[in-house]
T-cell receptor
Framework: GESVGLHLPTLSVQEGDNSIINCAYS??????FIWYKQESGKGPQFIID?????DKRQGQRVTVLLNKTVKHLSLQIAATQPGDSAVYFC???????????FGKGNQVVVIP | DTAVSQTPKYLVTQMGNDKSIKCEQN?????MYWYKQDSKKFLKIMFS???????INETVPNRFSPKSPDKAHLNLHINSLELGDSAVYFC????????????FGPGTRLTVL
């Protein structure tokens, strides 16, 4: 289960509203970005990815926006549902580097 | 049906003991990873193997030794366990060594007493 007093940045959102989670990445050479969702007691789960030659990509109820000028990534979740309650991570990678660098997680709490 | 599996799910042990965590993927991926997630949920890579060859070895104490008997398996052996080793350890795999999506296992929660 979750640790008491985890103190992650937390977004509380009403069920049915839209959620926006932000991420600042560090490496201007990064050309591949992924959003992961981690539910309590589970491993990170792939949600959506985007390459640096795009600035927007849409999935089912999710949209990722990439602003390379300010090294900013965001994840938008439409019509947030209770099952969206989780910790969300952004990760960056650049081709030739074997590592995915993860950002700090953002906790999303959906209020029914 | 499971893509990336790990055993055990929970591991509670005394300081000084030696323990292993096993990981298997049935995705046909060439690359596998071990990550450590601390109490603040920060995910940090420890090791990566590509086709049984070590390609990433972060600054990890040499008490940690990964072993890849084949490209579908990557095990993690830890000697002389310390309190600070308590964390959740995740195995992951990807098709490529770079620029590819990594798929994670369910995690192993290690508690050292």
């Amino acid at each position: 289960g979750e640790s008491v007093g985890l103190h992650l940045p937390t977004l509380s959102v009403q069920e049915g509203d839209n959620s926006i989670i932000n991420c600042a990445y560090s490496n201007s050479a990064s050309d591949y970005f992924i959003w992961y969702k981690q539910e309590s007691g589970k491993g990170p789960q792939f949600i959506i990815d985007i390459r640096s030659n795009m600035d927007k990509r849409q999935g089912q109820r999710v949209t990722v926006l990439l602003n390379k000028t300010v090294k900013h990534l965001s994840l938008q979740i439409a019509a947030t549902q209770p099952g969206d309650s989780a910790v969300y991570f952004c990760a960056e990678n650049y081709y030739g580097n074997n590592r995915l660098a993860f950002g700090k997680g953002n906790q999303v709490v959906v209020i029914p | 049906d499971t893509a990336v599996s790990q055993t055990p799910k929970y591991l509670v042990t005394q300081m000084g003991n030696d323990k292993s965590i096993k990981c298997e993927q049935n995705l046909g991926h060439d690359t596998m990873y071990w990550y450590k997630q601390d109490s603040k949920k920060f995910l940090k890579i420890m090791f990566s193997y590509n086709n049984k060859e070590l390609i990433i070895n972060e600054t990890v104490p040499n008490r940690f030794s990964p072993k890849s008997p084949d490209k579908a398996h990557l095990n993690l052996h830890i000697n002389s366990l310390e309190l600070g080793d308590s964390a959740v350890y995740f195995c992951a795999s990807s098709q490529k060594t770079a620029g590819g999506t990594q798929y994670f296992g369910p995690g192993t929660r290690l508690t050292v007493l």
